[in-house]
Structures are given as structure tokens and as C-alpha cells.
């Protein structure tokens, strides 16, 4: 074979460490290429890295991209299990935006992504889309949410549109490459149509759209569950307490002390014995089978519920002297037996209903001060 003499003395070209990198970088996206012909399966976190480092939405200036570097991150992370925290983007825009949570959805709580279901940020009619489409021929039309209502949505932040169901419920094994509306925004607009329907018979879809389906009806069925065990302990607590409100209000009408001598004595406690040997079964219960802290019968419990009757008794009668045509206020001071000054309070007003003069009593005031001053 003849070789040029001309080709020894030429001036060799040198190669930069760029051009090796892309060289191998070829290489290798080469030998991938003969292997994505076939289905390819991939960890979910290697395509949120993928994502994450191919949209950047927010970037003012463009960035060079080594493709070769971001494969190598991808599958060195994808090896490797990695913890992300919700990052403030500083930017204007709703909690509930999605464009907050693609590729990210991983860390939503029960509770937030519950949340995202029922109250995605959804744009106003008066929305400007067009500002959000400045370098493309077409804006986003609102009705389309309608349109193809719940699972299509859009955010401000990402400036496009995204499958609702996707993105809060991606498989745990992703088949096939992600496209728009899962990781990256939907901006073809005019093709949003063929787009959307060929979109609702993907694999992906369908599984999601069943998980959101599954989580919604167990997260309701347990939010029921624990609502009606809730109404049901409040019930019983108010029927608990009715036998012993009405014990405390019929002592007082008829002026009977609550207390005797002893704890377990005086006619309150002999009149919850006289209810239960009369048939009441739920005071039985409730004092036998109840918590020992929540009988509802101690000292303490017996005042509160004498000052809620005492309310209840002068917001009646004060109901009763505003419709009257006039009023007046009687006041007398007296020492009780530990020497503290009271003042009783009195009122007296004319009877709408029985045609007559009333008087009754409001309480007891406390004298701090009860020498008049010159």
C-alpha cells in the first residue's frame, strides 16, 4: 500500500480534553442507542435527576450541557437511593402550583398530596397565558382545563401544562421515555388535542389515574371512619352527662346541697344511685365502665356546670328586660361569713308577657372598695 509523503511532514491537529470527552461521550450514547431499541426500564429517581437537569425553566442565561456528565449522574444515582427536601424557589406562586412537585412527588405528605388532588392551583379566566407564551405562535386556552377535566392542569411556575395524575402518582419503574405533561411542560399547543387523547391511552396514565382513584377512595373511607367513631364519643359523652346536669339543676331548684360530709356523700351522689337502681343504663355504664378521670361528678365539675346554668338563667332574664318598656337597678351590699363586702344586684322591670312588675336577682359582685370617698 502507498502511502502519501506529503501526509509525514503535515502539521498535526490537536485534540482538546472537550473533544475527548465528547468523543466518549458519543461513544457510550452510541452503544446506549443499540440498546434502547429495546422497552427500557429505569429507576424513578434517574429519571427525576434526567429531569431536573434537562428542565430548567428558571434559568435566565442558557448553560452548556455535557450530555455524557448528566449520564453518568444519572446512573450513579440511580444506584444509589438519595433523600431531596422541598427547596423555597423564591419565586410568585401558588403552594399548590405542580410545577412544584414534577419529578419531585416523592416527598408529598399523605396529606398534601390529598391536597393537591382536591385543590390544585388552578389559573383564572383572566389568567395571562400570553405572557407565559412569549417565544411560542400559541397561547394555553383555559377551557382546555375544562375540557379534559380532572387530570389536565397548569402551572405558572413550569409555564405549561401537566397530567395531574402523573406526576402524584408516577409508578414506581417507569417503561418507556417520559415525555410532556409528566416531566416536562406541554407546550405544543396546537397539537394539544391528538396530544391529550393519545396521552389518556398510555400505560402510564392508567396506572396513575387507577393509583389517585385507589388513594382517594381509602383516604375517604378512612377521614369517614374516624369522623363517625368521633360523633359517636361526643355522643355518648352528652348522653353521659344529661343524668347529671339534670341532677345538678334539680338540687338547685329545690336548694339542696350537692355535698355532704364525706366525697361519696350528700344527695348529688344518692341521686345518681336513685337513677341508675331506677333503670338508667347509661349512667351505669358510664360511671362503672368509664375512665376514672372523666366521671364528670367531682366538686369541681359540679361548679362549672352551676356557673354555665347561672349564665344561661341571666341571659334569659336580660333577653326578657330588653323587650321590656323600663327597668330599674336595685343594689344592697352585706358581708358574707368570711367578711369579704358583696353587693347583690337586682333588677326590676315591667312584664311583657304576664302584665306585671318583676324583680329578679343577678348575682353577687365583690367590693373591693367599699368606703365612699369625699
Known sequence: MKMDIRNFFAKKRKITSTEDDDASCSKQLQQSSE?????ITQSYSANKKLCNSLVSPQDSEPKTINSC???NEVVSESRASTSTSILDDGGNFHENDIGRWVGRSFVLTTEKRMEMLKRCWVPSETYDFAGDATHLKRKFNHSWLEMYKPWLVYSKKLKG??????????PKVARGVQRSLIVRPFTKYKDIHIYCKA???TQWHRESSASANSFSNIKTNVQVALQIGREKI???????LLP?????????IHDLPL???EKDDGVFQDLLQLKIKSGDEILRQHLEKGQKNAQYTSPKIQNEILNIC???IREKLVDNIRVASAFSILADESADISGKEQLAIGLRYYDQKEKNVTEEFMGFVELEKWMPKR
Do not use: M
Open 69 to 71: 456528565s448528566i449520564v
Open 234 to 240: 361526643i355522643e355518648d359523652n352528652r348522653n353521659a
Open 199 to 201: 396521552h389518556v391511552d
Open 161 to 170: 401544562a401537566f397530567c395531574l395524575f402523573c406526576v402524584l402518582f408516577p
Open 259 to 261: 355535698r355532704g360530709k
Open 310 to 312: 347561672g349564665i344561661l
Open 244 to 252: 347529671i346536669i339534670s341532677t345538678i339543676v334539680f338540687c338547685g
Open 35 to 39: 440498546v434502547d431499541s429495546a422497552p
